[in-house]
């Protein structure tokens, strides 16, 4: 059981309406019952800091940046935050307030610099949060909780309205828009939800999530790689501020291989998918704790295991329509394409104008991702820039808030793939589509006769299933492939064999097996290769397929371009870097096979997007332990740019870092 405890701390760590588009707005303020209706907050400015004000005349000149802190509203816990004026404060037209959300484990932004320097030279004024549990914020963390950390950032937009004055409106609604990635993207769609008020106009969420179920545990199998490195960058970067329920979950799912049933609503409640759909239909008052759970006489004993939630805040099953522009990494393999494409569904159906483009920057840049090594060593680059060909995040960013908060210039000037999506296929090259495509062309998963394809369980060496080859110039893959095959022993009579599950732990006889599918390519070598022609895994993207039976299930979405002389397969694992501790529990059952079809969606030869590919950037703050790195000429976003400052930055990456420094020569 020891091996497994390190697990526990941290697969939940990973957790780390609007007002018109009209470009006519006012500067006029809104009514004074509306924010102050839910209580007047204190100025929590320190060492005798007074906002910029239009009406007192103080400050009018602006560019201040100062810390506040004011008490939560749920329990009186501190919630601090930092605030960018604007460099010049213009007391006629007023300006416009951006929120900054931290990755998971991070903590705000407190010196002016990189996309926030942009901003408040732009004339926005920016506050970044330290959420709940993280940086100087008090209380624990509990994921984006609509009755904790969603109330404490309602707070915050109440207290920018309450204080400061230069502060921009339209209809009598805050002109107000969002950034951040991962945690920091998971705000911004939670505010949307929940704000009485509905005040954001203009989202960016970055590589966030759309249902946490997912994202920890994809069919029931634990991405346990996930759990042992967030646990690092979750309690240990907040004070062990991990919520007890929470932890107690992750003990339970660490020990019994799959989170118990009665903890999924709870990460299902803090994602943007119950407030879409809510596909568990669950209900304020519905309640759960760690009692139920196997381990539950130890853990209700343990005060930093003995939690429970309670649902607080209904499902509207609809999200208000606001302007969203989303970025996700087919490369991420946290919060992968599917989650993004869900939430750019989600948003559209309520009516805003809303975009999704990829990029190569992702959460798998932390991951032990063999394919990141073997595109650094191919293209003597590192896969961190934030734009999907020539559209780079920062600047579309700008765009976006300038023509949907004010009403200036055109985002299409910049996102010039307009309402299409941009899928990144690597850093120089990008295509647009004018949707996503499900499926696609049909191949057989057998092999060669088409017997069944045999997978051992325990190994890392994946079964290769040919599909075809490329004969043309190019053809590019992009979108969710659909899998419809069954896992099985290759008969039924021999499946028909498995046994009910004796025991929570081993679940001997059960069945109880995991393999993993993935596309992959074998590549026509290139004549001045460093690396010998070995399969890869197109953009690193498994789905787990747990127990026997029959599947019918999407794949994770992939982005990339074969050549003619490519070879496109099908690979099975039996076990996989991302899911080493939580994969087959049956110790009894050693092979299964699979057998059935699977749909990729090909494109054919799309032409790559034209212009000039922005040097590479990276916004650290959206990322765990990736909050304090070295300094040096950089690109845009702030990555160092420069030999040693590189070295100095992969060096602080586990796992993947040292195997970078040596393949580039660094």
């Given at each position: ?229 967030l646990a690092g960058a ?205 499926g696609g062309t049909t ?213 993947i870092g040292p195997q ?7």
């Open positions: 059981m020891r091996k497994f405890l390190p697990a526990v701390m941290a697969v939940a760590m990973t957790l780390a309406g609007c007002g018109s588009s009209s470009p006519e707005a006012d500067s006029s303020g809104p009514a004074a019952s509306r924010s102050s209706a839910r209580g007047t907050l204190p100025l929590g400015t320190a060492d005798g800091v007074k906002p910029a004000s239009c009406q007192s005349a103080a400050h009018p000149a602006g560019g201040q940046v100062y810390r506040v802190s004011i008490p939560s509203r749920v329990d009186g816990e501190a919630i601090v935050f930092q605030v960018f004026e604007p460099d010049s404060i213009d007391c006629g037209q007023k300006h416009a307030l951006i929120l900054q959300g931290h990755g998971y484990a991070g903590k705000r932004t407190t010196e002016k610099g990189g996309q926030i320097a942009q901003l408040a030279g732009a004339g926005y004024a920016v506050i970044s949060i330290d959420q709940r549990g993280s940086g100087e914020s008090g209380g624990t963390v509990r994921v984006m909780d609509p009755d904790y950390e969603g109330q404490d950032i309602v707070a915050v937009v109440d207290w920018a309205e309450q204080h400061l004055d230069y502060l921009k409106y339209r209809d009598g609604n805050l002109l107000l828009g969002s950034i951040g990635g991962s945690y920091g993207g998971g705000y911004q769609m939670l505010l949307l939800a929940i704000d009485p008020d509905r005040r954001l106009d203009a989202i960016v969420p970055e590589i966030t999530w759309h249902d946490l179920t997912y994202s920890i545990a994809p069919n029931g199998v634990v991405k346990s790689y996930w759990a042992l490195f979750g309690d240990g970067q907040t004070n062990f501020h991990q919520d007890p329920f929470i932890r107690g979950t992750l003990l339970e799912g660490a020990v019994t291989g799959a989170f118990p049933e009665s903890a999924l609503p709870f990460f299902n409640y803090h994602s943007p998918s119950y407030f879409c759909d809510n596909p568990r239909n669950l209900k304020v008052g519905d309640t759960a704790d760690v009692g139920a759970y196997t381990l539950g006489p130890l853990l209700g004993n343990v005060p930093l295991t003995s939690g429970s939630y309670t649902i607080g805040t209904p499902s509207r099953k609809a999200l208000p329509k606001v302007d969203a522009l989303l970025f996700q990494g087919p490369r991420d393999d946290l919060f992968n394409f599917n989650e993004a494409l869900a939430n750019y569904e989600c948003l559209q159906r309520a009516g805003g104008d809303v975009r999704l483009l990829s990029y190569e920057y992702g959460h798998g840049l932390l991951a032990p991702d063999v394919g990141l090594v073997q595109q650094g060593v191919a293209q003597q680059t590192i896969p961190l820039g934030r734009n999907c060909g020539p559209i780079a995040a920062d600047a579309a960013t700008l765009a976006w808030f300038n023509e949907k908060l004010l009403g200036k210039g055109k985002a299409d000037s910049v996102i010039t793939t307009g309402k299409n999506v941009c899928f990144s296929l690597n850093q120089s090259d990008a295509v647009q589509v004018p949707k996503v495509t499900r191949f057989p998963v057998a092999m060669p006769g088409g017997l069944p394809a045999p997978v051992t369980l325990a190994q890392l060496a994946p079964t290769i299933v040919p599909l075809t080859g490329i004969s043309h110039a190019s053809e590019v893959i992009a979108g969710i492939p659909h899998l419809k095959v069954h896992v099985g022993r290759g008969a039924a009579p021999l499946d028909a064999l498995c046994m009910p599950a004796a025991d929570p732990l081993l679940r001997i006889g059960s069945c109880d097996s995991t393999v993993f599918v993935g596309l992959g390519v074998i590549p026509l070598a290139a004549k001045d290769s460093r690396l010998p022609v070995l399969p890869e895994l197109i953009d690193e993207q498994v789905i787990p397929l747990r127990g026997f039976g029959d599947f019918d299930i999407d794949m994770v979405g992939v982005a990339e371009r074969l050549v003619a002389g490519d070879q496109l397969v099908l690979m099975v694992y039996g076990n996989q870097q991302g899911f080493l501790l939580t994969s087959s529990r049956d110790p009894a059952t050693v092979v299964a096979t699979i057998q059935g079809e699977v749909a990729v969606p090909m494109l054919g030869d799309l032409p790559k997007l034209a212009g000039d590919v922005p040097a590479a950037g990276l916004p650290v703050d959206s990322i765990p332990g990736l909050s304090a790195l070295p300094t040096g000429s950089s690109g845009a976003g702030g990555v160092p740019t420069d030999a040693s400052a590189l070295t100095g930055l992969l060096a602080q990456i586990p796992v970078l420094i040596s393949a580039l020569g660094l």
